[in-house]
């Protein structure tokens, strides 16, 4: 089972403080544009060079690491804010990148006083749980076992006076209805992307669902209409479906067709969806919902084997999550994709 990525990260400062070894954060606080590193990027540096994590990578990456080794072994390290500008022509704080847009960096020597929160945070993070991270000139701070409506906020007032949250743990959920081979293979892919990975089948002894040992959860169900009290709706989930066949496939979307979700695909020939979009329409179901639906699902790269379907839907997803406007696209039916295997 995959963990969330940002976990190595916090066992190193863990163990450099068990240790009393000096250790240095240094996070993404906010971001614009083009910049390699993104809100929530973090990495650990020590003084004798250990790392975990990045903060966006190349030149302007090295120079921090350079810089919190300097600092920790120099035992001359206090917070700091650091805004960098990816443009040569920048009058100030160049990053020596040039791939443009600009990111805030904290960089923050561990405390005493943060090992029990940071022994929270990897409490936290092991067991999949979500929590809320708090960065402030008074340290690190974390509740557990909640999860905020924002994954992210930022506030500066002054240099003294900021605070950073951040939602921790897994921030999207990826839902797969069916565990066949291409639900083997859309968790294998999905697992190394920071999601948390359900799956839902109605086989007990579908053999590709016992070899899944990449999804956090597996949950048999009698039948796919028990979908509908099983999967709550939300900004952050990500629903697939993909079962045995087409009866099977009607009864998942049925049951999900009163829930908004992030994205809503469903693997399918071009005239299996018409035939069923079909149906829902003379049956007088909301064109509205048919439409939100990605349908054939993925991207046009005629894939034919379960990992080459993994990935077109993989692809389609990410450009959903990393594109709020996507996140309401009204589906793509008239798109061509050549999905050759059989659905499950």
């Not at 003084?47 to 919190?68: D, P, R, T, W």
């Not at 749980?129 to 999860?147: C, D, H, K, M």
């Not at 949250?165 to 892919?189: D, M, P, W």
């Not at 070899?211 to 990500?238: C, M, W």
Request: proline share 5%; net charge neutral.
């Amino acid at each position: 089972m995959n963990k969330p990525k940002s976990l190595l990260v916090w066992q190193l400062i863990l163990e450099s403080c068990q240790q009393k070894q000096p250790v240095m954060l240094l996070y993404v606080l906010e971001s614009h544009g083009s910049s390699p590193g993104r809100q929530g990027f973090l990495m650990a540096v020590t003084a004798s060079g250990k790392m975990a994590g990045s903060i966006g990578g190349g030149i302007m990456e090295h120079k921090f690491v350079e810089m919190a080794k300097e600092k920790l072994q120099s035992q001359t390290a206090e917070p700091a804010i650091r805004t960098q500008y990816h443009d040569k022509k920048a009058v100030r704080n160049q990053s020596g990148m040039i791939c443009s847009g600009d990111q805030t960096l904290l960089l923050y020597p561990l405390q005493p006083h943060d090992e029990p929160a940071v022994q929270a945070i990897v409490a936290g993070l092991d067991q999949c749980q979500n929590g809320l991270l708090t960065l402030s000139p008074s340290g690190i701070q974390y509740t557990a076992n909640t999860s905020p409506d924002r994954d992210y906020r930022f506030v500066r007032q002054s240099a003294d006076v900021w605070w950073y949250q951040e939602r921790l743990g897994f921030k999207n959920e990826l839902i797969i209805v069916g565990g066949g081979h291409c639900g083997l293979a859309l968790s294998g892919l999905m697992s190394q992307m920071d999601f948390y990975i359900r799956i839902y089948d109605d086989r007990p002894d579908l053999h590709t669902l016992q070899l899944n040992d990449l999804a956090h959860e597996k949950i048999l169900v009698h039948t796919y209409s028990d979908l509908a009290n099983l999967i709550l709706p939300g900004r952050n989930q990500f629903v697939v479906v993909m079962t045995f066949g087409y009866r099977t496939d009607d009864l998942a979307i049925r049951a999900l067709q009163n829930k908004t979700f992030r994205y809503f695909g469903v693997l399918g020939s071009q005239t299996k969806m018409n035939t069923l979009f079909a149906e829902y329409r003379a049956e007088g179901i909301s064109d509205t919902f048919i439409k939100r639906i990605h349908a054939p699902i993925g991207i046009p790269i005629h894939s034919q084997t379960p990992e080459e379907i993994a990935v077109s839907i993989a692809a389609e997803i990410i450009r959903v999550k990393n594109t709020p406007a996507l996140g309401k696209s009204t589906g793509h039916l008239g798109q061509q994709v050549d999905h050759k295997l059989p659905e499950a």
